[in-house]
T-cell receptor
Framework: GAVVSQHPSWVICKSGTSVKIECRSL??????MFWYRQFPKQSLMLMAT?????????EQGVEKDKFLINHASLTLSTLTVTSAHPEDSSFYIC?????????????FGEGSRLTVL | GIQVEQSPPDLILQEGANSTLRCNFS?????LQWFHQNPWGQLINLFY???GTKQNGRLSATTVATERYSLLYISSSQTTDSGVYFC????????FGAGTTVTVRA
């Protein structure tokens, strides 16, 4: 299967600072990547769709100024949590699909666990 | 948006037992995937199955798209099968169910 990788796996930061998480497709090009968020013992919720070369589209209720997404190349999307607060502590997971149909199989990164102190 | 319901929410099995997990969804879909989330949080792709039946070792899955449900079968369960199983449906985007937490006891 296709490989999607995230970095860092774990990050701890102080309240008020910004944190950047990277998502890379290692063996395919992805014009679109998806960012999900998962709170402990809960399901995954789609936050936004990252589009290469254009603005991201955000799901209802997700603050675009809080969660900045940049998709600068066909293999890299970044999520920046700005002015992080303890309530932003969560597990963030990205996903992408290889070129082909728009409804093909999605592959997920390892996830990035953010703790805001 | 599309609603996804998984049942049961929790399942405790004795090693060697068989089990069936169910996923109901509220609208027609072009994509349905089953995942196993390991203790470190990584989602492992089990099946891409918008319709039909597939098998992979001790796991198999069936999706009846016309009746809007999918089933995941685990046979001869092992302790390594423990974890959370998610069903996700949609098309371009995926919506996840709440998951089934499976605990396999030795």
């Amino acid at each position: 299967g296709a490989v999607v990788s995230q970095h860092p796996s774990w990050v701890i930061c102080k309240s008020g600072t910004s944190v950047k998480i990277e998502c890379r497709s290692l063996d395919f090009q992805a014009t679109t990547m998806f960012w999900y968020r998962q709170f402990p013992k809960q399901s995954l919720m789609l936050m936004a769709t990252s589009n290469e070369g254009s603005k991201a589209t955000y799901e209802q209720g997700v603050e675009k100024d809080k969660f900045l997404i940049n998709h600068a190349s066909l293999t890299l999307s970044t999520l920046t949590v700005t002015s992080a607060h303890p309530e932003d502590s969560s597990f963030y997971i990205c996903s992408a699909r290889p070129p082909g149909t728009n409804t093909g199989e999605l592959f997920f990164g390892e996830g990035s666990r953010l703790t805001v102190l | 948006g599309i609603q996804v319901e998984q049942s049961p929410p929790d399942l405790i099995l004795q090693e060697g037992a068989n089990s069936t997990l169910r996923c109901n969804f509220s609208d027609s879909v072009n994509n349905l995937q089953w995942f196993h989330q390991n203790p470190w949080g990584q989602l492992i792709n089990l099946f891409y199955i918008p319709s039909g039946t597939k098998q992979n070792g001790r796991l198999s899955a069936t999706t009846v798209a016309t009746e809007r449900y999918s089933l995941l079968y685990i046979s001869s369960s092992q302790t390594t099968d423990s974890g959370v199983y998610f069903c996700a449906v949609g098309g371009y985007k995926l919506s996840f169910g709440a998951g089934t937490t499976v605990t396999v006891r030795a």
